[in-house]
């Protein structure tokens, strides 16, 4: 349970992070055109990059500490929801955001009342991906680079290997399977339901 409890918390610390930047570069972007071409760049070349071709950069960088795992589940998220949600922000209907202009919606306003709400299906389908390569960079770096001074679950199946013991090694991958479908059908569906389908934007 230990090794559960201290992935989840890394894989959320990560999350909060990846997501939170995502927003704010991605909101940045649609203020500035410049900042826009420039983050626009920036997500499609490090979309491309595995988060573990860029742990001995990350090693180098920050050193041998928890903080490298928080680090590659920031880079699973942030590129993927960026994408989407850039992608989300541009395809907002101009008359939207012409309407929300007229009743003096600027900047910061402007987006949360016009492009968030106008792109929460690609807000939803980012954080669904996101999720997905987050959870399993996380186990990656953790079976690469596990800590035993935080120990993951990524650490433990090394660990069982190593030891031969193949039935706690095969009971923790559905371990893995469990949380993962978990985390798809008790949470993010229920805030798909919420959002994209309440508002008819999928089927």
């Known amino acids: 349970m230990t090794y559960i409890i201290n992935s989840m918390k890394l ?16 909101g940045l972007s649609m203020i500035s055109k410049t900042f826009y071409y420039i983050y626009d760049l920036i997500v499609t070349v ?33 590129w993927p929801m ?14 939207y955001i012409e309407a929300g202009r007229n009743i003096g919606l600027r900047g910061a306003k402007l987006l949360l009342g016009v492009y968030i709400p106008a792109a929460t299906s690609y807000i939803v389908s980012g954080l669904k991906v996101g999720w997905a390569r987050a959870w399993r960079g996380l186990i990656s770096a953790e ?26 090694m095969y009971a923790t991958l559905i371990v893995i399977v469990i949380i993962g479908l978990f985390v798809q059908y008790a949470i993010l569906e229920p805030i798909e339901k919420c959002t994209v389908k309440r508002w008819g934007m999928s089927r």
């Open 82 to 95: 960026s994408r989407n949600i850039l992608d989300g922000f541009k395809s907002v209907p101009q008359i």
């Open 143 to 168: 079976m690469i680079f596990g800590l035993a001074s935080c120990p993951g679950i990524g650490l433990f199946i090394n660990q069982m290997r190593t030891n031969m013991n193949n039935a706690e």
């Open 11 to 26: 894989l959320f610390e990560g999350l909060f992070l990846g997501i939170l930047l995502s927003f704010l570069f991605s």
């Open 46 to 78: 490090f979309d491309l990059l595995p988060g573990v071709a860029l742990l001995p950069v990350v090693i180098i960088i920050v050193g041998v500490k928890p903080g490298i795992v928080v680090l590659l589940v920031v880079h699973a998220v942030l």
